[in-house]
């Protein structure tokens, strides 16, 4: 054994490791050592919760991976890891399967959504990719596969129902235009009308009435704004076409997200124009769908306060809004818990008044707080009668107030403060 | 005195069994001294495979004093220009130093997915710069450096066509406020005018130019041209005679009108590649008109993209071959470009 050769075989490896660009990562490794704070885990953890409210579960689930890499305690981590990896699995099948029933159903809208979903919770997931590039994608070939005895003009006759266009199937395709087509070749083509139409030259519209409509009708609502602001105000015409391209301009925006703007484009037009409404019901609906949002996000992150004045709203506003009611039953109940543990029941059984008695979970909560309630009121009805008897009356009305407070049935509570209040009169009345 | 001891007898095969185990030793000592020193890759938190449906995880780092998202991505991506994903990816607007900092090391909402809705990238369309009205196509200066300051103020960060494609085939992420400036010409008034102001704010534009006018008189000359390709400037073309490729003469046979088609667009790319030493690899229709046939053509060209001339989004899931352009004039103040650049179209994507 040479003593000098571990030495050759060390620079060696420093040399290749020199080369493949790994000398800096001393500095990394420093910078990115597993030397983690419990405060930093936590930072993470808090992270990983708030974008799963969010909806951001693929990102949530990251985090909890790296929380499951530094921290000590690593069991939690685990089971949110596995929680998450299952709500992920099941929510990207379900929003796929979703899409392909709103697919047959004729809602393509709803189920690009639904596709959207289950691509930004799996971007992998090469069946929802699939769906919304065959379906939304368009692509200016489509495919052909040659049956036997076809060749190029007899393929443009069956596609493009003109055979002179065989020069288009040679062209497309890398082939001489008489040659014979094997059986199953895959050929690309145009996507040409097979019925060719004859070219509509528009008259160049006269008036700029004319002008604007006709830009409306070509999407062009600024162009079209521009031009019939323009024109005659004094027109009713114009005023209306004003009015309409407004409406149109609104229902844009919101399509886009943008409120202000929509609302701004809706209060130009005055109250009772035909479509106005329609409008507003549709500006309406995203309103509620972004109160709501908040609300839920609120929810989760157990601000029960703000989640329940939230969908509180929404529901004042849309009665039927099955979300919001359920919504705000679950933050009232969640925030009546909340001052139970902190015992606060009397704010807890206001709250619980205005709840839904068909929710369980509320109905036995509200049954807790009477019972305890009922029991605190005891205790401060004996703690008024102490007071009486130590001539302290002032004290013994405001117990019995708490007492009623706490239980309005208790009568003893009601007829001792009737009479500790005459006492105090009579006494006051001595000379 | 004594003789020194005698060492016991070894026999050749313990002698090579002994040599090989110190040899061993020897290298194991190394490895542990390379490991210790960090010639080793380090094993950065999160750089592991996992079984989940996720692209690969996301690296764990301490961000140090002074650090900045572009330093970051520098050290951990070898890509400074990925800055942006750090800042996204945290949800931060800027580094305190000290901090855990998640690095992502692939795009993590590819397509501009997020639970509010998708992105969608505008496509401006500028047809000349001018020193003067002189056409009413042509931009006013002054209107363009307005504009260009207000995106670079608003925080677009101008991208080029090819991201715009990674993009649109679910390969790419964009910053969310992310721009494709265009411009349809090679006019001489645009290189001296128009590229200084981009090249001031750090903007990148694509720039279609019809391929048989260059050179000509008050156009660009295939130098300058070059020039602007190696500024980082997109060049592409928009045929190469620049007239619409959907208008077929009075009387002009179908197979005619489809061969003058055909010649425009395989010049244009014959020329860009011949001058530029590089495919050509967008195409602006010219006049922003297409047709099924037109359209069918570039894709057989093997354009990576196309773009029209026509208000519209532009997701992921768009048309490559239909790409939406906003066609901007010098009438069109800041405000009014702010309300035409939509960014994300607004649905719910939460699951």
Known sequence: MKPWLPLIAFMAIAFVCGCSGTMDSVSTFLHAGSRWSSAETDDIRLRARELEARGEITMALDHWRQVHRIAIDRAAATREIERLENKLVEAVQAHYQKGLERLRKEA?????????????????????????????????????????????????????????????????????????????????????????????????????????????????????????????????????????IHLKRATALIEKGLLDGARQAIATV?????????????????????????????????????????????????????????????????????????????EARELLEKTDEGHEASAALKATIRTRLAKLAQIHYRNGVKHFINEDLESAITEWEMALACNPDHEKARENIENARRLIQKIEALP | MSNPPIKDAVGPRQQVWKVAVTAVCRLIACMVLMVGSGLFPPVLSGQETHTGPSSPLPLLVKARRGDTPTGIARRYLNDASRGWTILEYNGIEALSGGEAVMVPVAPFRPGGLNPDGYQTVPVLAYSDIGASLQQTQQVFRSAFNRQMRWLKTEGFTAITPTQLVDFMEFSGQLPHRSVLITADTESQTFFDLGVPILKALGLTATLFVATGKVGVEGAMTWDQIKQLNEDGFTIACRGQSGRALTDRINGQTFKAYFESVESELRLARQAIETHLAAPCLFLAYPHGSTDELVSAMAAKFGFSGAFIRSSGDNPFFANRFGIHRIAIDSRMDPELLGRMLTTLIVTDLKP
């Open chain 1, 108 to 244: 393509p809208d709803s189920a690009r959504d639904h596709f959207l979903v289950a691509l930004r919770l799996d971007p992998a997931f090469q069946p929802a990719l699939k769906q919304v590039k065959t379906h939304f994608s368009p692509f200016p070939l489509a495919v052909y596969l040659s049956v036997p005895g076809d060749h190029p003009a007899s393929v443009a006759k069956t596609v493009f129902g003109d055979e002179d266009k065989a020069f288009l199937v040679a062209w497309f395709n890398d082939l001489p235009e008489a040659n014979t087509l094997t059986p199953g070749t895959l050929l690309i083509l145009p996507k040409l009308k097979k019925t060719p139409q004859k070219k509509v030259r528009l008259k160049k519209p006269r008036t700029r009435l004319a002008a604007a409509g006709a830009r409306m009708a070509e999407n062009d609502i600024e162009g079209a704004l521009s031009l019939a602001e323009q024109a005659n105000p004094a027109d009713p015409d114009v005023q209306v076409l004003i009015h309409t």
């Open chain 1, 270 to 346: 005055p109250d009772g124009f035909a479509g106005k409404d329609v409008v507003l019901e549709k500006l309406q609906a995203l309103v509620n769908k972004r109160k709501m949002a908040d609300a839920q996000a609120h929810f989760n992150q157990g601000r029960y306060r703000q989640s329940l004045d939230g969908a509180d709203a929404v529901f004042r506003n849309a009665p039927d809004h099955t979300d919001a009611r359920d919504l705000a039953v679950e933050a009232r109940y969640r925030l009546a818990l909340d001052h139970v543990n902190h015992k606060r029941f009397l």
